[in-house]
């Protein structure tokens, strides 16, 4: 199946690695001798590295969410068919939103319950690292397995989200978070974050094409209760 939200994912990867080389490419330019406004803007650009990173990791992170979301809107499944662990989610989701009066009646309930639950808007206000999305992974029931020895597990989110909140908050400046990462740092950071990111996301529409957002039939080795993790952001 194919989804639009890896194909904007890879447009918003496309951005990101034209940044990068404008921050690379300042960088050559400003060497020893060069400006303070050249040093600056180097200081600068650098810092954005992480504003513009995480806004690529958020927003796919979020369209990822919304298509799940839509998909099973679409397909609409009895709630009962749910795994359990998105059952607890779907009860949590509809609670804040729905209205009996208006939302559903008796005869059409489960499926009703389903759909007013997934209607819902993703939460995520600049809190996404790979903790995070491991939480959502195991909320809604796809892998957030990926390369190790490419993503490192996605410990570089978390030094990403912390100095983009910094800069966003206002309580580190630019050039003091550009004093502190080289461009070469920068680009190997972003490779494995950005590579991190593309594993979860083809997780995800694997997740999607096969319906493991459904319960799966009890079998003789499928005996252990499944860990039910709330997914509240």
Do not use: W
């Amino acid at each position: 199946m194919s989804q639009a939200f890896l194909q904007d994912f890879e447009d918003r990867k496309r951005q990101v690695r034209h940044y990068v080389a404008v921050v690379s490419k300042t960088e050559r330019e400003a060497g020893i001798g060069s400006s303070r406004v050249l040093q600056g803007r180097l200081l600068t650009l650098r810092a954005g590295t992480f504003l513009i990173l995480y806004n690529l990791i958020e927003a796919s992170t979020r369209g990822a969410i919304e298509a799940i979301h839509d998909h099973i809107t679409a397909v609409g499944p009895d709630f009962s068919l749910l795994r359990p662990s998105l059952r607890e989610e779907v009860m949590r989701l509809f609670k804040a939103a729905a209205d009996p009066k208006t939302h559903h009646s008796a005869h059409d309930f489960p499926s009703a319950f389903v759909t007013i639950a997934m209607a819902q808007g993703i939460k995520l206000s600049g809190n996404v690292d790979a903790r995070a999305i491991r939480e959502m992974a195991d909320c809604y029931g796809f892998s957030h397995r990926t390369e190790v020895k490419f993503t490192r597990n996605g410990s570089d989110l978390v030094v990403i989200k912390s100095n983009r909140n910094d800069l966003a908050h206002g309580r580190k400046t630019f050039e003091e978070i550009g004093r502190d990462h080289t461009a070469a740092e920068l680009r190997l950071l972003t490779r494995r974050a950005m590579r991190y990111m593309d594993d979860i996301l083809k997780n995800v529409a694997a997740y999607l094409d096969g319906e493991h957002y459904l319960e799966e039939p009890p079998t003789i080795l499928n005996f252990l209760p499944l860990s039910v993790r709330a997914c509240e952001m």
